[in-house]
Nanobody, 124 residues
Framework: QVQLVESGGGLVQAGGSLRLSCAAS????????MGWFRQAPGKEREFVAV????????YYADSVKGRFTISGDNAKNTVYLQMNSLKREDTAVYYC?????????????????WGQGTQVTVSS
């Protein structure tokens, strides 16, 4: 079992940057496939990015590719999501999640553990 706590959300102007953190406890994040998801009001939770193989592999949703970067710090047992060139449509609650399997990693239901979420609001 692993506990996940997100932080780093906030209000930022379009074009700005934020870095989200997901601190893991109980087990090392490298034991899991680590994903970031987001959910905007009235919309389903959607995949953003994934980190697997202890940080050796990454994959991004097309909507964030080239703007967002997922990474991990084993010493701090923390996964990050660096978000640059933010757009209004990036506004959402962002969730960190951990899965025991790489299968279907873009599907939220495949993840076993979730953080509480952190709000990101991008203003124009």
């Amino acid at each position: 079992q692993v506990q996940l706590v997100e932080s780093g959300g906030g209000l930022v102007q379009a074009g700005g940057s934020l870095r989200l953190s997901c601190a893991a406890s109980g087990r090392t994040f490298s034991s899991f496939v680590m994903g970031w998801f987001r959910q905007a009001p009235g919309k389903e939770r959607e995949f953003v990015a994934v980190l697997s193989g202890g940080g050796g592999s990454t994959y991004y949703a097309d909507s964030v590719k080239g703007r967002f970067t997922i990474s991990g710090d084993n010493a701090k047992n923390t996964v990050y999501l660096q978000m640059n060139s933010l757009k209004r449509e990036d506004t959402a609650v962002y969730y960190c999640a951990a899965s025991h399997t790489i299968m279907a990693f873009t599907y939220a239901r495949k993840y076993d553990y979730w953080g509480q979420g952190t709000q990101v609001t991008v203003s124009s």
